[in-house]
């Protein structure tokens, strides 16, 4: 009973501050949201039985790296827009609390838009192309399309090339890639 | 033009607009308003960015742009969805009076019955059930989204995709919207 009430006492501290604090609030929902959408991921990767093993230690890693690279980007370039916000509107308005919060709330909203829709997709063009020559030269196995929602370019290979057919492939096997998914 | 002293009459409510109002209100912003706006970027942006992407052929380039925008779409729509539900669920629930009690007790800054009271007022008079029931379903939607992120974003998101490839496909010339800025 103690248990639960302490749980509840934090779970009330944690609601206060979230209220208090909204830009922060929204910066760690949006996070979080990611890192759960990446493991559900990575857990449907590692209990996937249709997929070999030595496909496996490839592909989780893979997975597990591409959600935290994302994650990273988003507070890389989310925590100091807010910083610079709250310093600015600390700056012109330092009696006004609710405006400082409103610009930290805002500058959460764009460091979600700068990374999730410009940076990530990005860069996840460009290392795409590391990845698929990295998979070519340990000659894995990628697993077919139907079976595998990870982010790799399973259809594109030597064998078959870049065409409009395996790019529609290629995409059913993007369920959750890209953007905040949740 | 004159301009009569008539025209020039203010409200005494109308406190005018700056940017100290404006953001104030930005301050009450949730996570659905969140998550519209990040979903317009998306729809926007990722298309955007997939149809100037010179690595890959112009069929290509354009079933990719389907693909981001349909993706787009369809998160956005159950994620503001999902968290609107969510949080309203958790509003209706500050009505009942024993949940309210809790919610004041545990937020409370200590345990001394003013404080208790002054929370409950939060709650009922100061606009905090509506934020509480913010942050709360915030959460509560995130449990909810690792479901329905398979169960409909992914079909819904192929099904979008399919039926705009295959529009594509019919008519690959008189796509004009993808095509133009494919080129």
Known sequence: ?182 | MKVSPLNNYTSPNFKGISAGSILSKAANINSWQQRAALGLAAMTFQPMIDLTNKEVDKDTRIVSANRSFAKGLVGAATGIAIRGGCMKVIEKAFQNESFTEKIAKYTAENTTEEAINKSKDFIKNQGGAKKYAAVMGTIAALGVMLVTNFLIDAPVTNWLTNKMNERYEQNPDKDTTNTEAAK
């Open chain 1, 1 to 182: 009973m103690n248990i639960l009430e302490g749980a509840a006492k934090t779970g009330g501290k944690i609601l206060k501050s979230s209220v208090e604090n909204n830009g922060n609030f929204l910066f760690l929902s949006a996070a979080a949201g990611w890192a759960l959408a990446s493991l559900a991921q990575t857990i449907g990767l590692i209990t996937n039985k249709e997929i070999g093993k030595e496909e496996k230690k490839f592909l989780v890693p893979q997975e597990i790296l591409d959600g935290t690279f994302n994650i990273a980007t988003y507070a890389a370039v989310t925590i100091p827009i807010m910083k610079c916000a709250s310093k600015m509107a600390t700056k012109k308005m330092p009696d006004n609390k609710q405006a400082i919060e409103g610009a930290r709330t805002l500058a959460a909203i764009a460091g979600g838009v700068v990374s999730s829709n410009i940076i990530t997709p990005v860069l996840r063009n460009k290392s795409s192309v590391v990845i698929k020559k990295l998979m070519e030269k340990k000659d894995l196995t990628p697993p077919p399309p139907e079976i595998y929602d990870g982010r790799t370019y399973p259809n594109f290979k030597s064998k078959q090339p870049l065409t409009m057919q395996n790019y529609i492939n290629f995409t059913r096997t993007m369920q959750n890639s890209g953007s905040l998914k949740i």
